[in-house]
């Protein structure tokens, strides 16, 4: 088997982060000749799939259990989002005074529940794909935080035509 073989295998479109890392290592140690991690990594990232690698365009990766890290996250958010289920209409909906209304604009603002206990993952995996997408790395400690972020995004989304909204 040559370098050249291994620089073909690309991530299946159904293949976790952990399958394709795990599987490529095992075809790097086949080589005759060892591969530096740094050109491992390259060419791993550059053979996942197309959503890995946007998400990954600003970070730079130093090993593969970084990259093995920050992949699971990412897969985890992307199994989020794909999971998106809108909000109910106002009459279905078991909190009516709760229930989201949409303002006529193309963008309602996220506003922040009251109760304690509330955690911000809960928030983060019931928001909408775009904003999930664009939380992907972003770790949240806080409601306020959410919101601040949220309200970012939704400037980006409203004055930024070229991000693409889902």
Known sequence: MTLRSKRKRTQGPNESIGVYVSTMASLFSR???KVPE???IKIMVRNLSPFYQSQ???VEI??????????RKLEWRKTCAERYVPPPRRQQSMEPDLAYM??????ASVEANSRPALKCWNM???????????LGLVEIKSVEELLSI???LEWRKIYLPSIKVS
């Open 31 to 33: 080589l005759s000749i």
């Open 38 to 40: 740094g050109n491992r």
């Open 102 to 107: 949409s303002s006529g604009s193309s963008v």
């Open 62 to 71: 130093k090993s593969v259990e970084e990259l093995l890290s920050i992949g």
């Open 124 to 134: 983060v995996r019931n928001l909408s794909p775009f904003y999930q997408s664009q």
């Open 56 to 58: 990954l365009g600003l």
């Open 150 to 152: 949220g309200r970012k």
